[in-house]
């Protein structure tokens, strides 16, 4: 970045970064997806879905999924939350930021 604003005289508007390794997991527990809610200009809200590479979200979770985390079994509005499967029974758990930490311990 110092080299970009010598040359130019100020800070890139963006940097593209690229990851490369395998999906995050702990224990039997894989991410699959960060999903947040955001209002449109009507105010409905839509959930914009930022994936694992290679990992499908289903489509309940792309419409239907209105802050609900199955940890603490509490429905309210949240910045975001994280998708998770469980590699065992291959099953979805919606988990708050709050409670991750908490969940992923168990």
């Not at 039997?28 to 994936?51: C, S």
């Amino acid at each position: 970045i110092m080299q970009y604003i010598q040359a130019h005289g100020r800070e890139p508007e963006q940097i593209l970064v690229s990851l490369t390794g395998e999906v995050p997991r702990v224990g039997h527990h894989e991410f699959v997806a960060t999903i947040e809610p955001k209002a449109d200009e009507e105010g409905k809200v839509i959930n914009i879905l930022r994936a694992a590479p290679g990992q499908q979200v289903p489509d309940k979770f792309k419409r239907d999924f209105q802050g609900h985390c199955d940890h603490c079994c509490t429905t309210r509005y949240r910045k975001q939350t994280y998708l998770l499967r469980d590699k065992r029974d291959s099953s979805y758990k919606v988990v708050g930021g709050n409670c991750l930490a908490d969940f992923l311990r168990n």
